[in-house]
């Protein structure tokens, strides 16, 4: 899970002052963050609250998960049902029984604790799953990486949002225990032209879309699981920001603030709903085909 940090570079080179800064005199008031992804492919949703970063602290140390609080989910933005804190996820717990998650439908979700003088709140539109013809082209391939170019045609008529995850289990002889264990590797597929790993048909509504990447591989798998997530503009603007954000980390001097796109409203966080259908795609025949995950 992502955590928002609220970054602020200072150059203070040439002055020096004797005393500290109070936050407190400045006005800034401790700030709920919270993050939740609806998708009616889960089980159970689950709802991630904590206090902002300090403005001037990098220190994750000063982030709490909020144990306390009331936190809510509404389909209609006035019958509200509360979640339960579960205390070794260290989240807010609904299960799919107690509230359902349906494509295309809206959703409203809000907290409260104490400490924080505002209730913070939000809503998303869960978007619908639009079929699409998913095509792949193996460019070369050594032993470790395959270079590839995948390409879709977009669901016209509606603004789409697309990401790429990538699963590829792998078989690891632990000498510890003498036994033989699974592990499962997870990536999501970017651009090797853009750096892009979200992708949107702004100006490009049903036309086809392309991206060039590779897929790792290095225990030489026949296979590979595939997920085509279709998310919101939410998540598109957030995760843009977010890699805007590690980009300007890298530079040292700077002087301008690096803001996280956010919709909590009086808080901090994200919001947000993606739907996901999962392929298997036989690399040697070059075939795709749905997966259903056992």
């Keep these: 899970m992502k955590r928002i940090i609220i970054y602020i570079i200072s150059a203070i080179s040439l002055i020096a002052c004797e005393d500290d800064v109070d936050v ?20 159970t949703t689950s709802v ?6 300090p403005i001037f602290s990098s220190e994750t140390n000063d982030l709490a998960v909020i144990k306390n609080a009331t936190v809510e989910l509404s389909n209609n933005g006035k019958t509200w049902i509360k979640c339960k804190y579960d205390n070794i996820k260290e989240r807010y717990i609904l299960t799919k029984t107690d509230f359902p998650i349906l494509e295309g439908k809206t959703y409203y979700i809000r907290a409260k604790a104490p400490g924080f003088k505002e209730t913070i709140s939000s809503s998303c539109t869960v978007p619908f799953y639009r079929n699409i013809e998913l095509k792949i082209e ?12 995948i390409s879709w045609k977009d669901y016209a008529g509606e603004s789409n949002y697309y990401s790429f995850s990538v699963y590829e289990i792998y078989e690891t002889f632990d000498y510890m225990s003498d036994e033989m264990f699974k592990d499962l590797y997870t990536y999501y597929i970017y651009d090797s032209e853009t750096g892009s790993y979200i992708f949107s048909d702004e100006e490009k509504d049903g036309y086809d879309l392309s991206v060039k990447t590779s897929f790792d591989n290095e225990k030489s798998s026949d296979t590979i699981l595939l997920s085509i997530n279709q998310t919101t503009k939410d998540y598109y603007l957030y995760e843009n920001s977010l890699n ?10 700077m002087v301008e603030p690096t803001l996280l796109y956010n919709n909590i409203k009086n808080g901090y966080g994200l919001f947000t709903a993606f739907v996901f259908k999962t392929f298997q795609y036989d690399i040697k025949n070059n075939k795709i085909e749905a997966y259903i995950i056992p």
């Design 244 to 253: 805007n954000y590690y980009l300007s980390e890298s530079f040292f001097g």
């Design 24 to 43: 407190k005199d400045l006005g800034i008031e401790p700030k709920m963050v919270l993050y939740c992804y609806l998708s009616p492919m889960f089980d």
């Design 138 to 149: 193996n460019k070369e391939s050594n032993e470790n990486v395959i270079e590839t170019n």
């Design 48 to 53: 991630f609250l904590s206090n902002s970063q």
